[in-house]
């Protein structure tokens, strides 16, 4: 038996802030800092949008692609490090507001920017193990970063939500093939209970942490689904900044053709536990039917989730967003950053 995805919705702020702007404020070279870290812009969440608006959103255009009653779904999971309460569940809200089956197992998720994709893993065990019949995953964040800290160029907000059921099922669109985690401690990013703002170990970042676990991770996935990187037609990688998922691919020699409709951080920023989900949410528009989706994220402290998926019918593409790009600048940004 396995799960599938029947529905996906996504919602990005409206708001958005450049490079230039951040880089002016704080006397630094904007050209240089886009030319480090592939970023030219980010989404900035406007006043009185959250990571609950941003769920609520993007579980709501889920359900409509499915095509099933919201009541339908028992099981809503939501994973994010920006949650609006240190204690009330974003779940039982965005349940609650979709008009989601009461008897609804709901829980919030934190694993830094993986929680989202950990969300996807329980739905996809819970249909498998035939104790729902359809549940909702959400990654969703308005993430933070210290004023003047390199994460400001990309530390963004949005949300990604997949409806899941049988893959039996009629409007089953892509099924789940394979899921495994790879997990270390491996502190390379972090929030003491507090803080307003994160901390992270600069370069440590990288070979320890984002790379040794996506690395990993990519090459399970690759032997345990029995692939090789030419076989796979779209491939996301976790995003926080455009550098390292595009080094990542050039080590297992993923094309830019295979990259080119999950690869969305230079315009949006890292949308941390909506980065690869939103991603997959990209591609899930633009693939065709038995085309195979390699799906990698990575969450700080530190861990990576892996999918392998199959296309069961060809993309279904989104309403345009047609509400016009506001940019914000410094001082703006900062009221509601």
């Not at 070279?29 to 030319?35: G, L, N, Q, V, W």
């Not at 307003?196 to 032997?223: Q, S």
């Not at 094309?255 to 949410?281: R, W």
């Not at 195979?292 to 530190?302: C, F, Q």
Request: charged fraction near 20%; proline fraction near 4%.
């Amino acid at each position: 038996m396995q799960s599938a995805i029947l529905g996906f919705g996504l919602s990005i702020p409206s708001h958005k802030i450049k490079a230039e702007e951040i880089a002016a404020a704080w006397q630094q070279d904007a050209e240089s800092i886009k030319a480090g870290l592939g970023v030219v812009e980010k989404t900035v969440p406007n006043e009185g949008e959250d990571t609950f608006t941003l769920a609520f959103e993007a579980g709501k255009q889920a359900i409509e692609i499915a095509d099933i009653k919201s009541s339908q779904v028992s099981a809503v999971f939501v994973g994010s490090e920006s949650h609006p309460y240190a204690v009330k569940p974003t779940s039982g809200m965005v349940a609650a507001a979709l008009e989601c089956d009461p008897f609804c197992h709901c829980a919030d998720l934190e694993f830094a920017c993986k929680a989202g994709t950990a969300s996807l893993q329980i739905v996809d065990s819970m249909i498998r193990a035939k104790q729902i019949s359809h549940g909702l995953a959400i990654g969703a964040d308005c993430a933070q970063a210290k004023p003047g800290d390199a994460l400001e160029y990309t530390a963004a907000a949005g949300a990604a939500a997949f409806i899941m059921g049988l893959a039996s099922e009629k409007n089953a669109l892509c099924k789940i093939d394979h899921t495994l985690s790879f997990t270390t401690d491996t502190p390379d990013f972090w929030r003491a209970n507090g803080k307003d703002h994160p901390e992270h170990a600069g370069r440590f970042t990288g070979e320890p942490a984002y790379f040794h676990h996506v690395r990993e991770a990519t090459k399970g996935m690759l032997e345990v689904g029995k692939i090789k990187p030419e076989e796979i037609d779209h491939v996301i990688f976790h995003m926080p900044n455009a550098k390292f998922p595009s080094r990542i691919a050039k080590e297992f020699g993923f094309s830019k053709d295979q990259m080119e409709h999950g690869f969305i951080v230079e315009t949006i920023g890292n949308t941390y536990s909506a980065c690869s989900p939103l991603g997959l949410a990209h591609v899930l528009q633009q693939a065709k039917k038995d085309q195979r989706i390699l799906l990698v994220s990575y969450g700080s402290g530190a861990g990576s989730d892996a999918f392998l998926m199959t296309m069961l019918k060809d993309g279904v593409k989104l309403q345009p967003d047609t509400r016009e790009t506001v940019y914000l600048n410094y001082s703006e940004y900062q009221r509601v950053a």
